[in-house]
Each structure stands twice: as C-alpha cells, then as structure tokens.
C-alpha cells in the first residue's frame, strides 16, 4: 500500500486493506524493524501514525513486484482465453462485493 503513495496515515491503511488496528500496527512494526517504511507523527492529528517507505523498502517492493508480474503472466499464458475471461468477471464480481459490503461499514 505504501509503495504507490508519498505516505499514509495509519486509518487510512486500515480503511484500504482488510487489516485491523492491531493488524496495521503489528505489521507496521516488522517492516519498521527491517528499515522498509517509517513512521512519523502528523501535526494535523497526533494520534495517527504517519507512515512512508524508505528507499529500500522501495527498490525491495519493485523487485518482488517485477517477479509477480512475470509469475502471474506466466499462469495466464496457460490458461484458455475462456478461462481468462471467467477469471476476470469472477474478479470483477467479487471486487463488486467487497466494495459494497465496505460502503455499508
């Protein structure tokens, strides 16, 4: 999530994943140790956490995305097309779904 962004309050990551506050502070805390994000406090809310990746954890997310994408590219090459449409609109659905059932929380 934070890849794709210059930084994310911690409600807003609990909000954008299916991850509880316990969760996002749990996972925060391993990847803070690991040098992939940091965290800082915001002066509008001090009681959110603020956090951003750090370069490395940057360039480790761009890797391991570049090697998904070759995986994942290379399981739909063996899939009929048939397939790879029924995929989609199963996704599609289930995205439908998720969407709808998070605007009624």
Request: with cysteine; aromatic share 2%.
């Amino acid at each position: 999530m934070l890849a794709n962004v210059e930084a994310e309050t911690s409600l807003d990551l609990g909000r954008n994943t299916s991850l509880d506050k316990v969760q996002v502070s749990r996972a925060a805390d391993r990847l803070l140790r690991k040098g992939l994000i940091e965290r800082r406090t915001p002066e509008l809310d001090r009681r959110l956490w603020l956090y951003s990746c750090t370069p490395k954890g940057r360039a480790m997310f761009n890797e391991v995305h570049t090697l998904v994408d070759q995986r994942s590219e290379a399981v739909l090459q063996r899939m009929t097309r048939e397939d790879r449409t029924a995929l989609e609109r199963g996704l599609t659905a289930l995205r439908q779904a998720t969407e709808s059932v998070a605007a009624g929380l």
